[in-house]
């Protein structure tokens, strides 16, 4: 649950206040000319209505207090929902004809509420979806109200500060090219997986596994503690992702949100079958670990990396060069498709391409 405070209300004049306002006009300057009595009474009886709409559209849509819920992270094209809880604080005064609004140039209404009782409140779900992965504010929510004679609207602008991580598209993909390519390498070592032997304690990480909670040491330290179990072996692999831009490559954007795809989808599938996987770009690096938490750091991380320009690389080729001769198995993804199925400079590696990769 986020709350999300009201900065900003403004109002405007609906089409049929308009005319209510021509009305006026021409009433005043008849009452002028004429000097008749009855113009003024009906100029009062207009203006009064005025008065009396602008008075309670503020009175209705005050006292209201807004809460969201929404995920903290979802998936490129993926569609969700926005829970709102519209809360009407006032001790008497219902909430009537309130939208929510959205769209471009809030020409959509996403949702109606009839009414809110004084102290009660109304859920309303809205769907939303992003197009792009990224790192995004929650979507504003906009509410309306031009209660009870439709002459003059006001909004009320709901803007919170929650971000939602999108991450980007996870497909189903086979891992054997990917083994054979990679020339992953099993490396005795101690792992926090499924295991026989008990390894150590460390603190609790969004995803671990419940069952593996040292209840007792858990409670006495007041934070949660998982146990670490060994196991004999594990395979380790580390993705070196090139994000440097290049700007003379056909529909560049597209291909790097391709390359960024392929290598989320081929991380995840090798986490699924207890890899050891890292990560390494120009800018970012991610250290190699496994389980589920270590697939949402993964995400995390792809859902955050953008072009870097060449002088922002660092020590990237130098980072490489002591993948190449390590332990661990490496695998180079690149968007430039005159590179695919080629070897990297002096390091001998191959850079993988997607063509071999078969989906499931």
């Known amino acids: 649950m986020m709350s999300t405070r009201i900065k900003r209300r403004w109002g405007r004049v609906s089409m049929s206040g308009v005319a209510f306002l021509i009305i006026m006009i021409m009433l005043l300057l008849a009452a002028w000319n004429t000097g008749t009595n009855l113009l003024y009474i009906c100029l009062g009886g207009v203006l009064s209505f005025i008065l009396l709409s602008l008075v309670l559209v503020i ?174 072996n594990a395979k380790f692999i580390t993705f070196i992702l090139d994000t440097r831009v290049q700007p003379d490559l056909e529909n560049y954007p597209e291909r790097f949100e391709e390359a960024v795809e392929l290598v989320a989808s081929l991380a995840v599938t090798l986490l699924q079958k207890n890899y050891n996987v890292g990560i390494i770009t120009p800018d970012m690096k991610l250290a190699g670990d496994e389980g589920t938490h270590q697939k949402q750091k993964v995400l995390e991380m792809l859902a955050r990396v953008n072009p870097v320009t060449w002088e922002e690389q660092g020590d990237f080729e130098s980072e490489i060069q002591v993948l190449a001769h390590g332990n661990t198995a490496v695998l180079c993804v690149s968007p430039d498709p005159n590179s695919w199925g080629q070897r990297h400079g002096d390091t001998g590696l191959r850079i993988m391409d997607p063509r071999e990769v078969i989906h499931a």
């Open 59 to 232: 009175w209705t849509s005050a006292g209201l207090m807004v809460t969201r819920e929404a995920p903290k992270n979802v998936h490129r094209g993926q569609p969700f929902r926005i829970h709102l809880r519209i809360e009407n604080k006032k001790r008497f005064m219902p909430v009537v004809g309130m939208r929510v609004l959205g769209g471009i140039k809030l020409r959509s209404i996403l949702g109606y509420i009839l009414k809110i009782p004084a102290k009660r409140a109304a859920m309303l779900s809205v769907d939303h979806c992003f197009d792009k992965r990224g790192v995004y504010p929650l979507p504003p929510t906009f509410l309306a109200s031009n209660f009870p004679f439709g002459l003059i609207e006001r909004r009320l602008a709901c803007i919170g500060d929650e971000e939602i991580v999108v991450y980007p598209r996870v497909q189903s993909v086979r891992s054997t090219a990917v083994e054979q390519s990679s020339g992953g390498r099993y490396i005795p070592r101690s792992a926090t997986a499924d295991g026989d032997e008990f390894f150590g304690l460390r603190e609790y990480i969004v995803g671990d596994d419940i069952r593996r909670v040292a209840w007792r040491v858990s409670a006495r330290l007041g934070t949660w503690i998982i146990r670490e179990m060994s196991r004999e």
